[in-house]
């Protein structure tokens, strides 16, 4: 997906690995729908996530992007709906869904929006949004103001604890009579935990495939600090994550995530 220099972008790895616009970094479990992004000051769009319980925890399950009066639910596989209705479309053309234009390329698929809003998913476990730089913003992506000491605040104070954290998740759950019944709200004890991977064979994709990647990605657009949280993230999907589609690795995954923050939210390869 081709995307203006001029825009940041917010990345949601596995099962809740958050990047923000302003490039703040922090992890959850919940399950529930939760506003990832929208847009603060008119609220002309929302990118929302559902998370529901899987094998191995908590798993992105539908993606939903909405723009002024169009609603467009995606559910794993690229599967769109338009009130219902299966959206029918090809690889590599561009099909349109009221405000909304779709296409898939490269087995990722870009939601373009009015005003240089982009969404790219890919149909597995990672989405991406992509917004104009300046545009304020609402939702767990943080708020866009180029400061990522003010992304997850109480007031003015940064959250600092992982209930405080919890807290802040759950703000932006979607609180309706559909939803609540369904929600598992976030706590400090479904926060991610320190862990030690005890399955042999994934303990060795761990070790190998992540390893790769961090060496990979030392001579990106990447520093040190944000190096190691791509790496844990990928360590901990490599062993609690589900089992990756179409006989990719976990590692892959989050590699590709990783090439398409960089190419485009305005960051160069060094």
Request: with cysteine.
């Amino acid at each position: 997906a081709v995307v203006s220099t001029q825009s940041r972008g917010c990345t949601m790895l596995g099962g809740g690995n958050v990047i923000t616009f302003d490039d703040w970094r922090y992890e959850f479990e919940g399950e529930c729908s939760y506003v990832l992004a929208m847009d603060c000051d008119f609220a002309s769009w929302f990118v929302y996530v559902r998370f529901s319980e899987c094998e191995t925890g908590r798993c992105l399950d539908t993606l939903t992007v909405i723009d002024g009066t169009t609603q467009l639910p995606v559910v794993r596989g690229w599967a769109m709906s338009d009130y219902g209705q299966k959206v029918e479309y090809r690889e590599g053309e561009t099909v349109r869904i009221g405000g909304i234009s779709a296409k898939l390329k490269n087995e990722q698929l870009t939601l373009a929006m009015r005003g240089g809003v982009k969404v790219v998913y890919d149909g597995y476990s990672v989405v991406h949004v992509f917004v104009p730089k300046g545009s304020m913003t609402c939702g767990i992506c943080g708020n866009n103001d180029g400061d990522s000491s003010n992304d997850v605040v109480q007031g003015r104070r940064r959250y600092q604890t992982e209930q405080e954290m919890a807290n802040f998740v759950d703000s932006w759950r979607i609180r309706s009579p559909s939803h609540e019944t369904r929600c598992v709200p976030v706590t400090e004890k479904t926060l991610r935990p320190s862990y030690t991977c005890t399955d042999d064979s994934l303990r060795r994709e761990e070790s190998v495939d992540c390893r790769k990647l961090y060496t990979v990605l030392e001579n990106t657009c990447f520093d040190t600090r944000q190096l190691r949280f791509l790496f844990d993230s990928c360590r901990y999907d490599a062993c609690y994550g589900e089992e990756p589609l179409q006989g990719y690795s976990r590692a892959c995954y989050t590699g590709r995530a990783m090439a398409t923050l960089c190419v485009n939210s305005s960051l160069l390869f060094i």
